[in-house]
């Protein structure tokens, strides 16, 4: 009776196992079935696809995100000769290259790949392979194949943005010094430095506004990458500073090129951007390999570049470097007189040519030694290409011209229209004019008591700055006058949109004005063309009273010369003074 009972029980104990195991194995499955979703979902969102290669056969075997990386219609038919036809040749030969090797030593190797897709897509992929080995032998290599576009994008723009400048694509300051330190451990030999400076970039930034100034900075970036060539390392540096690392050309002929090049009119609208460049050449053989040499040489030829008047290049000369160490030391001197109280101003007066009365004065700068020794201003140039000691003489000769106008005035004497000269730097700065006027204020002075003079080089330049200072201080009674004029080969011209009430002509310019002669006939058309724009002319530095009269004849109204005057100091020019300064004092 137990054996009867007993077996349904041992028959329903094997139903309940059986089922057991079955709910055992669809959990499992449900399980897997979750696991290859999730893989399946990670892997699609990661870009990654599961690959393998059958070595006898080279059949090959793919996942969905395979096919997708390559463009190809999942599940479709594909052989390794169709797979590697889109790989960059390169790249090609790159695996080809590891994976030999690792068959051989029965490992496995990763690789990022460039490929291009059926569909003409431009993809990198990172390849990654083991080994799979039976009886000693490779029979299969498989792996995973990831996306890494973005990654690659991403890591070449950083890259770019750390060494490259972002507006014009060319190398930036950090990777052109890294460059330069390696070009030069290997050797000087025809190894060459350009430094590239625009002239007139900062006139097109202030007139047309920065998006003008970048159009010029690309535009001068492609044509810098046209005439150096590829084999060129081409750097912006600085705002519109570039520099080029150049190895066995020719590079006199490279810097005129890009010269002219850079004069060429860079369109904007309607219109057209006009600049120009300066170019300092110095070769690393010169200064033995040494980088902080090397860029010190090039920067000495491109400051000659701009002092010989810009638009050119100039080789580096060891005459350069002693030029600059004498630059600094007159930069010194006058900076050391400037503090210690060594500065003084001597005047020169300017005559009437018919009468030969005085009708004012030019203010010029002299520094008194240590020794005793007077010092002229032209002995001091250097000192006014400084920006921050210009700026520093240029308050001390105007508070000092002030002061003296006002005792003269004060004195009962009448000292005519005192002439300044204003170096580039200073009248660059913002607060120019505003000072200039509050200054004749404060000193109660008419604004006709002053007359300010800029050089003609600076002023062909037409900084807006400069013009829009001169224009106010114009406006406000102060007058202008440009100096030394034909000596940049200025054109009258220009005065029709320049604030100007004088032009002042240097006597070498004017020459013997023999009747017929090519000076004299220059001469005339310069007076007629003055006259016309209501512009008095003065001639300077007129050594002799017959060539006075003879400018006085064709139309000259003033001038100043040893023929008359030397420069006096202030105690010295008062003798000379008439009274009568009711026309110069303000009324309060």
């Known amino acids: ?39 399946a979902r990670a892997s699609e969102a990661a870009k990654i696809g599961v690959w393998e290669c059958d070595l006898a056969t080279q059949a090959i075997t793919w996942t969905d995100g395979v096919y997708d990386i390559f463009d190809i219609p999942r599940g479709e038919p594909v052989d390794r000769a169709r797979a590697l036809a889109a790989y960059d040749p390169a790249s090609a030969r790159e695996l080809e290259a590891v994976r030999s090797a690792a068959i051989d030593a029965r490992t496995g190797f990763s690789l990022d790949a460039r490929i291009r897709t059926e569909r003409g897509n431009v993809r990198w992929m990172r390849v990654t392979a083991s080994i799979e080995c039976e009886d000693g032998r490779a029979v299969r290599i498989f792996g995973m194949k990831q996306d890494i576009t973005e990654e690659k994008t991403l890591a070449e723009r950083t890259r770019f943005l750390a060494e490259c400048d972002p507006l014009t694509g060319l190398a930036n300051r950090a990777l052109f010094h890294a460059r330069l330190a390696d070009a030069l451990t290997s050797g000087t030999e025809g190894l060459a430095l350009l430094l590239v400076d625009l002239d007139g970039f900062k006139a097109v930034n202030d007139t047309y506004g920065h998006h003008a100034g970048d159009l010029c900075l690309v535009a001068v970036a492609e044509r810098l990458r046209d005439a150096c060539g590829a084999d060129a390392l081409v750097a912006r540096i600085g705002g519109d500073e570039f520099a080029i690392l150049v190895a066995d050309v020719d590079v006199e002929a490279l810097a005129a090129r890009i010269v002219e090049d850079a004069e060429r009119p860079i369109p904007h609208g309607a219109s057209a951007l006009k600049l120009g460049a300066s170019v300092g050449i110095a070769r690393a053989a010169d200064a033995m390999g040494r980088e902080a040499e090397l860029f010190t040489d090039a920067d000495l030829a491109l400051y000659a570049a701009k002092r010989t008047g810009r638009g050119c290049y100039r080789v580096y000369d060891p005459a350069m470097r002693r030029v600059e160490n004498a630059r600094i030391a007159v930069i010194g001197a006058v900076s050391d007189a400037l503090a210690a109280g060594r500065l003084d101003l001597h005047y020169q007066p300017l005559v009437s040519l018919p009468s030969g009365a005085v009708l004012g004065s030019e203010a010029l700068l002299r520094l008194a030694t240590p020794e005793g020794d007077l010092l002229p201003a032209r002995s001091l140039a250097a000192a006014f290409e400084d920006a921050d000691l210009s700026r520093r003489i240029g308050r001390f000769v105007l508070e000092r011209v002030l002061d003296q106008a006002a005792r003269w005035a004060r004195g009962g004497l009448r000292h005519g229209r005192i002439s300044i000269n204003l170096a580039e730097e200073e009248a660059r700065a913002a607060d120019f004019a505003p000072t200039l006027l509050a200054g004749l204020e404060r000193a109660g002075l008419a604004p006709g008591a002053i007359a300010v003079e800029v050089p003609e080089d600076v002023f062909a330049r037409a900084d807006p700055d400069l013009v829009a200072a001169l224009a106010c201080l114009r406006a406000n009674g102060v007058r202008i006058a440009i100096d030394d004029f034909g000596a940049a080969f200025a054109s009258l011209a220009q005065l029709r949109f320049c604030p100007v009430d004088i032009v002042k002509v240097d006597a070498a310019f004017v020459g013997a004005l023999d009747p017929g002669s090519s000076e004299r006939i220059v001469v005339e058309a310069l007076v007629h063309a003055a006259s016309g724009l209501g512009v008095e002319l003065v001639a300077k530095n007129v050594e002799s009273r017959e060539l006075g009269s003879r400018l006085s004849a064709i139309g000259f109204s003033a001038a100043q010369g040893h023929a008359w005057h030397p420069a006096l100091p202030a105690s010295d020019l008062a003798r000379l003074l008439p009274t009568d300064t009711a026309d110069i004092v303000r009324v309060a």
């Open 1 to 39: 009776m137990s054996r009867q009972e007993d077996a349904p029980t041992s028959h329903d104990a094997l139903l309940a196992a059986l089922h057991a195991a079955e709910e055992t194995i669809a959990v499992q499955g449900r399980a897997l079935a979750h696991s290859r979703k999730v893989f």
